[in-house]
């Protein structure tokens, strides 16, 4: 399941960007290079199911919006490379990992995103009391 499409990266960032960061046959980019977003939109997704599956069972039955703008925000970064350092692609980067991190702690948790795996365990917990080591008699002419 993608998170985000190459529609998601078309409405948020704009064709021509998108054009300009995946032609790369054409001196003057023309045209939005198909296999160079799936491959972006695929990183961006394997990344946030890394976090996604410590909390969430995975596929995800419904992507939420939130989880669409992280991926997209991630793609774009992918799709950047080394030109994102120090811009706002970086900033925006950093901010999807840093909420990634938070759904995986469990500090955020995504709406409607499915159910969260079973906890291990699930018995009662069992306490047996040990003899005592200090008795009365034990303790006498202390």
């Not at 069972?57 to 490379?81: E, I, N, Q």
Request: proline share 4%; aromatic share 6%.
């Amino acid at each position: 399941m993608t998170y985000a499409t190459k529609q998601d990266l078309i409405d948020r960032f704009g064709e021509k960007e998108l054009k300009q960061l995946t032609d790369r046959t054409n001196t003057v980019p023309t045209t939005i290079d198909d296999t160079v977003v799936t491959r972006a939109l695929t990183d961006a997704d394997a990344l946030a199911d890394g976090y996604l599956g410590k909390v969430y069972t995975l596929p995800l039955s419904v992507t939420p919006p939130v989880l669409t703008k992280v991926c997209a925000d991630l793609a774009r970064y992918f799709l950047h490379g080394k030109a994102a350092k120090e811009t706002l692609v970086e900033d925006a980067y950093k901010q999807a990992l840093a909420w990634l991190k938070d759904v995986a702690r469990g500090l955020v948790q995504l709406e409607q995103a499915g159910t969260p795996p079973a906890q291990a365990g699930g018995g009662a917990v069992r306490a047996k009391e040990g003899d005592r080591v200090m008795t009365r008699d034990s303790l006498r002419g202390m």
